[in-house]
């Protein structure tokens, strides 16, 4: 593959950087230069590393399009922002904009108006996206947050599992697969999923390992017994941003700012009474707010209008602050990988910062609840095919609380089971991908083939449900750890051996 320029002289006059840093170098020569140009690789590095730079210097080395794919709306939006200002020829095509625009943009695309497009895998069941990047050169596909292929990841996504698939359609370009999270389990998955080595040759791929370390954060865990004891150790945290809570904002002295993540929205709503009584300030992130909603509170957080956010884990994806100078997690997260990923926010400015989780033995009932949710058996997986193949209509006039009352009356319309089921059953082709079951009032859905061995076999689903359970016990061993949590970290996403 000819390149146009240099990947140094793209760093430099580009993105004013005079050398790579960590593993960047070595992942834009093997898709760039010499006799490893075209190799298909796997960056593993920390959050806040520059991981972006290892397919962006490509980009504008190689002929052709670079084709992005991430789940995060508001990064590739960002990050175009970003790219435009530099000069670089780059777009995005997603749900935010209007069809006209949408079209508008492909056109421009099919004319090779650009170097690199971003899309989220959902673009691709669009036939009119298909149709014009039929006689597109894409000559790098880069997968962001490559850890949502793999259902054994912590951020499992529906649509990823078809990057196979797309790979295919876009003629098998080399490809680069990114992510901050990922056991060797998952980088195994990863390999396997996007068809980037044969099957039994998982652990070939080659997997560029830069480590977990983040020597500027301090790791901590503090016995939180009760609410009390957790509000108190927010409000100090809370305080230490704010020296004059009680006056009309912060003084001069202060800065940096903080992130406290919740699992249940009912809690952070709780904390949030108790801290404005204490007129400790803070905004609130999480789903039961709109999209322009969230938009505004993440715009007040990234310009410093607001210190501290109360959040879900929904907030931070995408969210490049630097001087973020503590996480706490008022509640367990589900996974290590969901906790190292949150606490990867935190002093990406290389100045200390504190990441602190609060833990509760109690709190392990919530997730628990939650990794049942995630994991219904093969029993359920049938009872939900046999309901859809039977009442379609009924469905579609009744909603989905009456399905969820059909099928689990005692566990109410709080268990999620129906939705993960619908999502797994979507992905595997099953429920045809133009079903409208986001809508729970009015769902139409479309049966299109049989339920696959993966969610009728009684055996597999335990499985599943067997390694969720082992990774909330890789996070307890974790908080009850004496030793370097960062070595423990360190072994645990540690790369397969040979």
């Not at 410093?304 to 907030?315: G, N, S």
């Not at 997690?329 to 906790?339: F, K, R, V």
């Not at 910062?353 to 919530?366: F, G, M, P, S, V």
């Amino acid at each position: 593959m000819e390149c146009e320029r240099s990947a140094l002289e793209v760093l430099t006059t580009v993105f004013g950087h005079r050398a790579f840093r960590g593993l960047q170098g070595e992942a834009v020569a093997r898709l760039t230069d010499g006799p490893a140009c075209g190799g298909h690789t796997l960056v593993l590095a920390p959050t806040g590393s520059g991981k972006s730079l290892c397919y962006q210097v490509p980009a504008l080395v190689l002929p052709g399009l670079t084709l992005v794919l991430s789940p995060l709306i508001a990064l590739m939006q960002d990050q175009v922002a970003s790219l435009v200002q530099r000069g670089v020829a780059a777009t995005y095509i997603n749900s935010s904009l209007g069809r006209a625009e949408r079209e508008h943009r492909l056109r421009e695309v099919a004319r090779g108006d650009y170097r690199l497009l971003y899309v989220t895998p959902e673009r691709f069941r669009s036939a009119a996206f298909r149709r014009a990047l039929q006689d597109v050169r894409v000559s790098l596909l880069a997968v962001d947050e490559a850890h949502c292929v793999s259902e054994w990841g912590h951020d499992f996504r529906p649509d990823y599992s078809r990057v196979g698939e797309i790979r295919e359609t876009l003629g098998r370009p080399t490809t680069v697969a990114l992510t901050a999270t990922a056991t060797p389990e998952v980088q195994r998955d990863i390999a396997c999923q996007l068809g980037l080595v044969p099957g039994d040759a998982a652990d070939q791929l080659k997997t560029l390992h830069q480590g977990i370390a983040r020597p500027n954060l301090e790791l901590a865990v503090e016995d939180a017994w009760d609410d009390d004891r957790k509000f108190t150790l927010i409000s100090q945290a809370i305080a230490s941003l704010y020296p004059s809570p009680h006056g009309p904002g912060r003084d001069a002295t202060a800065s940096g700012s903080g992130i406290v993540y919740f699992t249940l929205i009912k809690t952070l709503q709780a904390f949030s009474e108790r801290l404005r009584a204490a007129d400790l300030p803070h905004l609130n992130y999480h789903g039961g707010l709109d999209a322009g909603q969230r938009r505004g509170v993440q715009d007040d957080f990234m310009s410093d209008r607001a210190a501290v956010v109360l959040a879900t884990q929904a907030f931070g994806m995408g969210v490049d602050k630097p001087d973020i100078r503590w996480v706490l997690h008022a509640e367990l997260p589900g996974s290590l990988e969901s906790y190292y990923q949150e606490i990867g926010r935190a002093g990406r400015d290389g100045d200390p910062a504190r990441c602190t989780l609060l833990y509760d033995q109690n709190d392990l009932a919530t997730q628990m609840r939650f990794i049942e949710w995630a994991n219904p058996d093969a029993t359920f997986y049938q009872r939900v095919f046999a309901l859809i193949e039977g009442e379609s209509e009924r469905i579609h006039a009744e909603g989905l609380d009456w399905m969820r009352t059909t099928l689990h009356a005692r566990q109410g319309r709080h268990d999620r089971r129906l939705d993960t089921a619908l999502a797994m059953l979507e992905r595997h082709g099953v429920l045809s991908s133009e079903s409208s079951w986001r809508d729970p009032d009015h769902p139409r859905l479309e049966l299109i083939g049989d339920l696959p061995a993966a969610l009728r076999e009684p055996e597999a689903r335990r499985a599943k449900l067997e390694r969720d359970q082992r990774k909330l016990l890789a996070l307890v061993q974790y908080a009850k750890h004496d030793g370097d949590r960062q070595l423990f970290l360190n072994d645990y996403f540690a790369p397969p051996g040979p």
